[in-house]
Every structure is written in structure tokens, then in C-alpha cells.
């Protein structure tokens, strides 16, 4: 989607803020003994209450109004009766429309304890989005996001997961451009328009390369197995600089 006009505007912001105060809600909730579904219950009512419709659930029929992925599981994992368990790394990735609006939102959470290397692990997973949001502005190119976040990533000795790209939204949960890569690629030539709106969701991880698909269809494991964290705004090239719309509030 390119934003034209301030009425698409305020309907990207009103979709992002219900995406991101789905999501805080959920991560404040969580706890040890609760299972993913108890947690995508809660997901899924403050969507309803805020008249949103999960996106994945009704873009591509996945069994679960949000997607909540634990430990070994990197990204789209069902909810279901997995118990989540003190030192847990929980990954809540939130999607939704409403009014013709889509806006995606993620963030991996900690149940403590945990070690300080997971910590760690998610707070440069957080800047590493950061890094890469602030990479978008009209006329830049594309494949500065992944450059500037893979600069990142070597510094501090990570690897990032390649086949797991940021994306076009806004009119719907993928659209142009289908594929942003959150890691250093060559000959990608295409640049940023003003209003363009994508997402930012470097997979940031210690010793993950890909992502495989497991035997349920959906959920998506680290190859080499390794602890990864995700972490996604949805953002808007504007002249002023990168426009995040899923902020709570």
C-alpha cells in the first residue's frame, strides 16, 4: 500500500494501535502453566472487542486468531495445549484488519527466569528492528534495511534468518513488495516510494540460518536449531522520516 491521504492514515493507525495493545495485553498476561491457546483466547478478544479480524485467520485459514510460537518454534506456531514454562522465550505475532486496514505487530517475550544470554538476545533483537525502521524513507533503497541490519548482526556475532522477509501490508496482510530482505543482499535495485508501507521483522538469532516448516504445515523451526527472536512494526516511508503505526495507546 502507498498512503495518499490522511483518511488512510488515521485507518493504518487505528489497526496498528489495536494490533500493538493486542499484543502488550497478551505479553502481560502470559505466565507460567497458561497454554498458547488460553493465551491466543486472550489475543482474540481484545481483538473482537476493538472490532478487528485476525488477519492470518482470514487471509490464509491458520488455526488461531494470533500466532504464538515457543522456544525451538521461530514463527507462525499454533496455539494449542503447549504449557508455557518458566524461562520460556515466546514469540506473539499479532495481524490484523479492520475497515479495509491490515497492520502487523511481533515481539518475542521472556517468562522469567532466564538466562542472560536471552536477554540480551531480545534486547538487541529490538534495536535491531529499530536499526532497520530507520532505514525507511522514500527514495531510499530497499536493500538498505537488510544491509544496516546485517552491519548489526556481525558486530555483535549473530546470524539472521534468510528466508523470513519483511513484506508489503496495509491493504492486506502481503502485498507489493513481497519480499524485504532483513539481511545484506546484492542487485536489489528497487526503492522506497513516499507513503510506501511495510513492515520491519529482522529474525535475529544465535546460529540460525533458515527457517524449515514442520510437519503441522504452519510452524517454522531454526535450521541450525538455535535460540532466534522476532521483533515487527509496521512502518510508513514518509518525507519526515520512518511513520510506526503499531504503537499502543
Not at 127 to 153: S, Y
Not at 208 to 220: F, K, P, S
Request: a negative charge; one cysteine or more.
Amino acid at each position: 500500500m502507498t498512503v495518499t491521504n490522511e483518511d488512510e492514515l488515521d485507518g493504518l493507525r487505528v489497526i496498528g494501535r489495536i494490533v500493538a495493545n493486542t499484543m502488550l495485553a497478551m505479553a502481560r498476561a502470559m505466565e507460567p502453566g497458561m497454554t498458547t491457546q488460553e493465551l491466543d483466547e486472550i489475543g482474540r478478544a481484545a481483538l473482537d472487542r476493538a472490532g478487528a479480524t485476525p488477519a492470518p485467520e482470514a487471509t490464509y485459514g491458520f488455526p488461531g486468531a494470533t500466532c504464538i510460537s515457543v522456544n525451538e518454534e521461530i514463527a507462525h506456531g499454533i496455539p494449542g495445549p503447549r504449557v508455557i514454562a518458566a524461562g520460556d522465550l515466546v514469540n506473539i505475532d499479532v495481524s490484523a484488519s479492520k475497515d479495509g486496514f491490515f497492520a502487523d505487530n511481533g515481539g518475542s517475550f521472556r517468562v522469567q527466569p532466564v538466562a542472560p544470554a536471552l536477554d540480551r538476545l531480545c534486547r538487541d533483537g529490538q534495536r535491531a528492528m529499530q536499526i532497520g525502521v530507520a532505514e525507511v524513507r522514500p527514495g531510499r533503497p530497499l536493500a538498505g534495511i537488510g544491509q544496516a541490519i546485517g552491519r548489526f548482526a556481525q558486530a555483535r556475532g549473530y546470524t539472521l534468518i534468510r528466508n523470513l522477509a519483511s513484506h508489503g501490508v496495509g491493504r492486506a496482510l502481503h502485498e507489493d513488495p513481497t519480499e524485504v530482505p532483513t539481511w545484506p543482499v546484492r542487485g536489489d535495485r528497487r526503492v522506497l516510494r513516499d507513503g510506501q508501507v511495510i513492515t520491519v521483522e529482522p529474525f535475529l538469532s544465535r546460529g540460525g540460518l533458515w527457517a524449515r516448516e514442520g510437519v503441522d504445515g504452519w510452524t517454522l523451526y531454526s535450521t541450525p536449531r538455535a535460540a532466534t527472536v522476532q521483533f515487527e512494526h509496521t512502518v510508513v516511508a514518509t518525507r519526515n522520516g520512518p511513520l510506526v503505526v503499531t504503537v499502543p495507546g
